[in-house]
């Protein structure tokens, strides 16, 4: 069975910075590793998203240019580098690996991915 093991959440103030890390079990080729969130009330959201195997990273309008996403494949972990954060950031974050088969992929999708972490909480105060 694949494991996600996330760590790094936190309670931070605005303007602040954390450092979200995730580590799996499973296999890295053909997969992309994404981070999404959900704060209470609301469904789950994309964040980020790099695939194992390439350099293009994606991300979330709401995120891009504060957040970035990286990957160090000697330790099967990536990492999601939180800059500039905005109380709206406050969620749960979950770690995802979406394992494809096929030229088409849906990164920003939640619905494709195949594993998730259990989940940290980010709490960013005003």
């Known amino acids: 069975q694949v494991q996600l093991v996330e760590s790094g959440g936190g309670l931070v103030q605005a303007g602040g910075s954390l450092r979200l890390s995730c580590t799996t079990s499973?296999?890295?080729?053909?997969?992309?590793m994404g981070w999404f969130r959900q704060a209470p009330g609301k469904e789950r959201e994309f964040v980020a998203a790099?695939?194992?195997?390439?350099?293009?990273?994606i991300y979330a309008d709401s995120v891009k240019g504060r957040f970035t996403i990286s990957r160090d494949t000697a330790k099967n972990t990536v990492y999601l580098q939180m800059n500039s954060l905005k109380p709206e950031d406050t969620a749960v974050y979950y770690c995802?690996?979406?394992?494809?088969?096929?030229?088409?992929?849906?990164?920003?999708?939640?619905?494709?991915?195949?594993?998730w972490g259990q989940g940290t909480q980010v709490t960013v105060s005003s």
């Open positions: 499973g296999r890295t080729f053909s997969s992309y």
């Open positions: 995802g690996q979406y394992l494809y088969s096929s030229d088409i992929t849906y990164p920003r999708a939640p619905n494709k991915y195949d594993y």
């Open positions: 790099i695939p194992w195997n390439g350099i293009t990273t």
